[in-house]
């Protein structure tokens, strides 16, 4: 039976290597930006959006099949899962690598081409690292995957930026990237097979017994990862089609402010899939409502505090972060921050249903979600640019959250028991407007180091009075974490 204080103590790991990445990033696109400029950054953002989705097609959707079939077996079933999974990663790559070498030699040219060959490196790194992370999650060894992924940051964005610097422009940001990735890659694919204890052979393979459910399990995860990831691609790729590099580079700077608020709900994401499939398992729905619902408040909680300061202070930021051209990626920012809350609710939601193989509730509700996207996209891009880009992406998000809900619901989860909802309304508009009253005092330097204090400290208090969440609350999951 999975154990709260391992959930949490894995949630920690999570949290602690995508914290370091989001804040590697969070020196390394400035310097970018300056170093590419407005077309560069424009350029780096389309080869981004490809990048995701084509690692995770790639992946066939073997890292969340490995992490649930691993965490069930034991003993030389479990290491006839790792090898399989191994040989599965492999194969993929022979087949998948070749194809898309073809499809950028026929698509592109110049430096877009350039930049994609360099991210096949890239990709193939990720498979290796996705293959390694998936077992040691299995292995509930979360703390040595988890450093990696800062490592990796740190490595592409110091190669990345010093190529792009000697005058190799974007090509050289990706050789940045294949290098981070190829490193980290090999290193959890060592330390996976180290924790197993086994080594990737002919004899440890059991192909009959694994490939069919570990293909089926990751195709269906693959169907739902590919339909998450065109929520936060597609939006940027029609930008691109539509208008150009420059207008991509700013609704990208909008869409990057918006990702770093979701470092909390992806930590969750990561974690809970394999922490969640023993209650499912023992048929204990109470006590997976009673999980899911408090870490969505958890969740909902910070993200709103989150929206709440960068409302209020996005403009600051992005002018002094990205530079002052990008005043134009203030307003798609502001609207986009509805739906970032959404999204946070679904990305809490669906990993806790994949764990009980509820899979087709969740190709339902993103589905819908998807072609909302899709469709508002294409109708307002053209007209209105990326102010309409961050509409259609932020009506999709926002519905995210209500079909996931309704998923969770059909299979007899209550993720939204006992939730404060108009007590955490009530804290995030009042810090808003706290905020908004107290920033034209002051320079932008004073709006950017003190009002976040001040809005964290107002938030605090206010959570700990109205019950929301409570410092001994706070201090308890602390506790449950370090000890």
């Known amino acids: 039976m999975a154990d709260d204080g391992s959930i949490l103590k894995g949630y920690l790991s999570v949290f602690t290597?995508?914290?370091?990445?989001?804040?590697?990033?969070?020196?390394?696109?400035?310097?970018?930006?300056?170093?590419?400029?407005?077309?560069?950054?424009?350029?780096?953002a389309l080869v981004m959006a490809i990048f995701l989705p084509s690692r995770k097609v790639l992946n066939l959707g073997l890292f969340e099949a490995t992490k649930t079939y691993a965490s069930r077996e034991t003993g030389d079933d479990r290491t006839s899962v790792v090898t399989t999974s191994f040989a599965l990663h492999t194969g993929s790559l022979l087949i998948g690598i070749p194809t898309l070498a073809g499809l950028i030699t026929w698509f592109t040219d110049g430096t877009l081409q350039s930049a994609l060959y360099l991210m096949l490196g890239a990709v193939v790194g990720e498979q290796l690292y996705y293959f390694g992370r998936g077992?040691?999650?299995?292995?509930?060894?979360?703390?040595?995957?988890?450093?990696?992924?800062?490592?990796?940051?740190?490595i592409l964005a110091v190669v990345g930026l010093a190529l792009a610097g000697a005058g190799y422009g974007v090509p050289g940001v990706f050789a940045g990237f294949a290098t981070g990735f190829l490193l980290t890659g090999v290193l959890s694919t060592a330390l996976a097979f180290r924790e197993a204890g086994a080594f990737p052979s002919v004899r440890g393979l059991a192909l009959r017994t694994y490939t069919r459910p570990l293909v089926r399990f990751g195709v269906q995860s693959m169907a739902l990862t590919l339909l998450l990831t065109s929520m936060y691609?597609?939006?940027?790729?029609?930008?691109?089609?539509?208008?150009?590099?420059?207008?991509?580079?700013?609704?990208?700077?909008?869409?990057?402010?918006?990702?770093?608020?979701?470092?909390?709900?992806?930590?969750?994401?990561?974690?809970?899939?394999?922490?969640t499939a023993d209650l499912w398992a023992d048929d204990e729905i109470a006590r997976l409502t009673s999980l899911l619902s408090r870490l969505l408040r958890y969740v909902v909680v910070l993200t709103v505090l989150l929206v709440a300061g960068v409302f209020v202070l996005g403009e600051q930021f992005l002018t002094v972060y990205f530079g002052p051209p990008y005043e134009a990626s203030v307003r798609p920012l502001q609207v986009l921050l509805p739906g970032v809350l959404?999204?946070?609710?679904?990305?809490?939601?669906w990993p806790v249903l994949q764990a009980g193989g509820h899979?087709?509730?969740?190709?339902?509700?993103?589905?819908?979600?998807?072609?909302?996207?899709?469709?508002?996209n294409v109708i307002l891009i053209p007209r209105i640019g990326i102010v309409g880009a961050a509409i259609g992406t932020s009506t999709a998000y926002g519905l995210m959250a209500v079909t996931h809900v309704v998923a969770a619901r059909n299979v007899g989860l209550r993720p939204l028991t006992g939730f404060?909802?108009?007590?955490?309304?009530?804290?995030?508009l009042g810090t808003t407007l706290l905020l908004l009253a107290l920033e034209p005092y002051g320079p932008w330097f004073v709006d950017l180091s003190v009002l976040p204090l001040v809005g964290l400290g107002v938030y605090a208090l206010g959570s700990h009075v109205s019950g929301v969440l409570t410092i001994g609350e706070a201090t308890e999951v602390l506790d449950s974490v370090l000890n």
């Not at 290597?17 to 780096?44: H, K």
């Open 17 to 44: 290597g995508d914290l370091g990445r989001l804040l590697t990033f969070a020196v390394f696109i400035p310097l970018l930006v300056r170093t590419v400029g407005e077309d560069g950054f424009g350029t780096y």
């Open 135 to 154: 077992v040691l999650h299995a292995y509930k060894r979360e703390e040595l995957a988890e450093p990696l992924v800062p490592a990796r940051s740190v």
């Open 233 to 275: 691609k597609i939006d940027v790729l029609l930008v691109s089609h539509f208008w150009d590099a420059t207008k991509t580079g700013h609704y990208r700077a909008a869409l990057q402010v918006s990702e770093f608020m979701w470092v909390v709900s992806v930590a969750m994401e990561m974690v809970m899939i394999q922490s």
């Open 420 to 428: 404060p909802a108009v007590r955490v309304l009530a804290l995030g």
């Open 342 to 349: 959404g999204f946070a609710v679904a990305r809490v939601i």
């Open 359 to 376: 899979l087709r509730q969740l190709l339902l509700a993103t589905g819908a979600a998807v072609v909302v996207n899709v469709v508002l």
